[in-house]
C-alpha cells in the first residue's frame, strides 16, 4: 500500500544529485579577475592574446591564480582587488598600440571559483542583482515625438522624390511638425497624389480639403506605424546601449524596457556614475565619403608620403589605413535601414542599405559619376573615426544598394549591426538615477541570508516538536525544496534580488503549509479509527487535491506578477513561481517517498509517530468527550 517502485526513487535520486551539483557553484564565492575581449570584429582574441598577457603580468611581476581562454574573451584570476587593478593596468598598457589605441576591451570583472569540473557540467552559480551586489540604476526617457518627427522629415523626402519621378506638379510641400502639408491647383492632380501615397508610402494617411482656389493634402503617420516607429527606436536604442554597455566589463547588466517610452539601465559591480552615464550618453555619428585614389592618396596609404591636401587618414578595422576626402556625401542621419543577407548570385554575405530621398538623390549622383572608385563608412566615436568598409562603387546606386566583399557572415552582421546602431535612433534624458555602495549590497546579501536561514530553522524546530517523525520528515523535504529552488535559479542563470530572497522565504512558508495538510490529514484517519497504513495512504491521497488547488491559485497570482510587473516585481514573481513548482515535488513525491521509506516495510505497523491524536470516546451517561491518545 505505501511503497514506492524502484523507478521513482531513482527520479528522487536524480533530482538530488542534479540539484546538489547546480547548487554547488554558489558556495565558492567570486575571484576578482581582468577580462580581454575584443572591441572590433578585426581583432581576434586567440592564445597569442592568451601569450601577451601572460607576458605583461610577468613583466610587472604580477603572479595570477589562473588565465583562461573562454571563448572569445581571455580571463585572468587573482587573490584579491588591489593585484586585480595593478593587472589591469599592466594589461591595458601592454595591449594598447603605439597609438595608444587599443583593439582590446580591458575590464574588471568577478569570476565564480568554482572548480573545473563544475564549470564542465555548466553549473554556475546565481548572478546578484543590483541590490546585493552594488551597482548604479538610471531611468532613460526616450523622446519618442524627435523619432516621429524624423521619421516624417524622411516620408516627406521620398515623397517629394516620388512626385518628382511620376511627374505630379504641386505648389509646394512643408512639414508641420508631424504632418506633411501638399498644396496642388486641380483636383486630378490631388487625387494621383493620394494614389502615389496609398501605393508607395502606406505609413501614411491623408485627408485633404479645399484652402481657397487651391487644394491643400495632409499626410500624416497611421497610428499603429507611429507605433512601430516608436518600437524600433526603442529597441535600437537598448541595442545601442548594450553595445555601449560592453565596454565597462559588467558581467549581467539589466537593460529593459519600461513602458512605453523608458529604458532601466541597471549596471550591477559598477562604482563609477560619471564614466556610466559618459558611455550611456555617448553620441557616434556616420559618414560616407570617398576614398582619395589619387597618386599621391595611394602613397599615403602606404605611408610613403603626406596626405594631401583636402583629405585624411583613418585606420580600417584590421588596422590599414585609408585616406579619404573631407568632403561628406551623405550622413548616418539618410540612412534609415541595414540588413546582412547573402548575394542572390555568389551567395556571398552582403549588408543590405536604406536610404531616405535625400541621400538616394545624393548617392544616385555620386555614384554615377565616381564608377569602379571607393567609397569609405566612418563611425565617429567620442571625435575619432574608424574606417568601418571601403567597397567599390560597381554600379549607380539609388535609395537601396549593398555592400559585399570579402567578408565573412559574422562580420557582415557586425557590419550592419554597427551602421544600424551606431547611434542612438531618438534623443534619451537621465531621469532617474541612484548608486548602490557594495558595502550596502553585502549587507542586504547577510539580512537576506539571515531571515531565511532563521525562518527555515523555526519552521523545523516547530514541524519536529509538533508533529514528531512526520515533522522532521517535512523538515527535510522543506531543505530538500530550498535546495531544488536555488539549483533552478542557478541553471536559469537568474538574478537573484532582495525581492528574489523574500520570495524564498515566502516559498518555505508555502511548501510546508502541504506538509501540514497532509499531516493533519493522516491525524484525521487516526482519530477516525483508521489503520496507521490506510491512515498514511489516505492521508496523501486526500491532501493532494487541496494542495493542488492552493498551489494552482497562487501559481496564477504570480504569473500576473511575472507578465505585468517590472523590475523589483519581476524579480519576486520568477523565485515565487518557481518555488511553487518545487514544493509541490518536495512537499508530496519526496516527503512521501521517505515515509514510505520508513514505514512501508512494516506490515503489522501499529503505531505511527505524528504526535498527539485526538479521538473521539464515549463518556459516562451516553455523552460524548474526547480524550488524548499519543502515539509514539
Known amino acids: 500500500m505505501n511503497r514506492y517502485p524502484v523507478w521513482k526513487y531513482v527520479v528522487i535520486a536524480i533530482a538530488l544529485l542534479v540539484a546538489i551539483l547546480y547548487t554547488l557553484p554558489n558556495f565558492f564565492g567570486e575571484a576578482p579577475a581582468v577580462q580581454v575581449s575584443s572591441s572590433k570584429s578585426a581583432t581576434k582574441v586567440d592564445a597569442t592574446t592568451v601569450t601577451r598577457v601572460e607576458q605583461a603580468l610577468k613583466d610587472a611581476k604580477i603572479v595570477p591564480d589562473a588565465i583562461t581562454l573562454e571563448g572569445s574573451s581571455v580571463k585572468a584570476r ?78 516627406a523626402g521620398d515623397l517629394r522624390l516620388s512626385m518628382r519621378e511620376k511627374n505630379i506638379r ?73 553595445n555601449r554597455i560592453n565596454e565597462l566589463g559588467v558581467a549581467e547588466p539589466v537593460i529593459q524596457q519600461q513602458g512605453a517610452d523608458r529604458i532601466v539601465v541597471q549596471l550591477p559591480g559598477v562604482q563609477d556614475t560619471a564614466k556610466a552615464k559618459d558611455i550611456l550618453g555617448r553620441t557616434a555619428t556616420l559618414e560616407m565619403r570617398l576614398v582619395d585614389d589619387s597618386a599621391e592618396g595611394r602613397a599615403a596609404e602606404n605611408n610613403s608620403g603626406p596626405v594631401p591636401f583636402g583629405a585624411e587618414r583613418y585606420l580600417e578595422r584590421d588596422g590599414r589605413p585609408v585616406i579619404v576626402k573631407k568632403q561628406v556625401i551623405i550622413t548616418g542621419e539618410n540612412l534609415t535601414d541595414a540588413q546582412p543577407g547573402f548575394d542572390s548570385q555568389n551567395q556571398q554575405p552582403k549588408v543590405d542599405l536604406t536610404v531616405d530621398a535625400k541621400g538616394g538623390r545624393i548617392m544616385r549622383d555620386t555614384s554615377r559619376e565616381n564608377l569602379k572608385k571607393r567609397m569609405a563608412i566612418l563611425l565617429f566615436e567620442k571625435g575619432k573615426g574608424e574606417v568601418l568598409t571601403a567597397p567599390v562603387i560597381q554600379g549607380e546606386l539609388g535609395n537601396r544598394f549593398q555592400i559585399s566583399g570579402s567578408m565573412s557572415v559574422s562580420e557582415a552582421n557586425d557590419l550592419a549591426l554597427l551602421l544600424r546602431a551606431g547611434s542612438l535612433a531618438a534623443p534619451m534624458e537621465i531621469i532617474e538615477e541612484r548608486t548602490i555602495g557594495p558595502t550596502l549590497g553585502a549587507e542586504n546579501i547577510s539580512k537576506g541570508f539571515h531571515s531565511v536561514t532563521v525562518g527555515f530553522a523555526v519552521i523545523v524546530v516547530f514541524m519536529a516538536c509538533y508533529y514528531m517523525l512526520f515533522g522532521m520528515i517535512s523538515g527535510i523535504a522543506l531543505a530538500v525544496n530550498l535546495l531544488l529552488l536555488v539549483a533552478v535559479l542557478s541553471m536559469l542563470q537568474a538574478t537573484l534580488t532582495l525581492p528574489g530572497m523574500a520570495a524564498m522565504a515566502l516559498a518555505l512558508g508555502m511548501a510546508i503549509d502541504s506538509n501540514v495538510l497532509i499531516n493533519e490529514r493522516v491525524r484525521e484517519e487516526l482519530r477516525m479509527g483508521a489503520s496507521p497504513q490506510a491512515a498514511i495512504h489516505s492521508g496523501y491521497e ?13 501559481l496564477i497570482a504570480g504569473l500576473a506578477l511575472l507578465a505585468f510587473g517590472s523590475g523589483p516585481v519581476r524579480g519576486f514573481a520568477v523565485v515565487h513561481c518557481i518555488g511553487i513548482m518545487t514544493s509541490m515535488f518536495s512537499a508530496v513525491f519526496f516527503s512521501r517517498g521517505l515515509v514510505n521509506l520508513w514505514y512501508g516495510r512494516q506490515k503489522k505497523l501499529k503505531s505511527v509517530s505524528i504526535g498527539t491524536v485526538w479521538r473521539a470516546t464515549p463518556a459516562e451517561g451516553g455523552d460524548t468527550g474526547k480524550n488524548a491518545v499519543s502515539t509514539r
Open 78 to 155: 587573482f587573490n584579491d582587488t588591489d593585484t586585480q587593478l595593478k593587472a589591469k593596468d599592466a594589461v591595458q598598457k601592454a595591449l594598447a598600440s603605439d597609438t595608444g589605441e587599443s583593439g582590446y576591451v580591458v575590464a574588471l570583472n568577478l569570476l565564480s571559483r568554482s572548480p573545473s569540473w563544475l564549470t564542465a557540467l555548466h553549473a554556475a552559480p546565481m548572478y546578484l542583482g543590483l541590490d546585493l551586489r552594488g551597482g548604479v540604476h538610471f531611468m532613460l526617457q526616450v523622446d519618442m515625438q524627435a523619432a516621429l518627427t524624423k521619421k516624417a522629415e524622411s516620408l
Open 542 to 554: 486526500r491532501a493532494w487535491a487541496t494542495i493542488l488547488d492552493s498551489n494552482i491559485t497562487t
Open 170 to 242: 504641386h505648389s509646394g510641400i512643408a512639414r508641420n511638425g508631424q504632418a506633411i502639408e501638399i498644396r496642388f491647383r486641380d483636383s486630378p492632380t490631388l487625387q494621383a497624389a493620394k494614389n502615389l501615397i496609398q501605393d508607395q508610402l502606406p505609413d501614411l494617411q491623408t485627408t485633404d480639403t479645399p484652402e481657397g482656389a487651391e487644394y491643400k493634402l495632409v499626410a500624416t503617420i497611421k497610428p499603429e506605424a507611429a507605433r512601430r516607429i516608436q518600437d524600433q527606436a526603442l529597441k535600437q536604442n537598448i541595442v545601442t546601449l548594450h
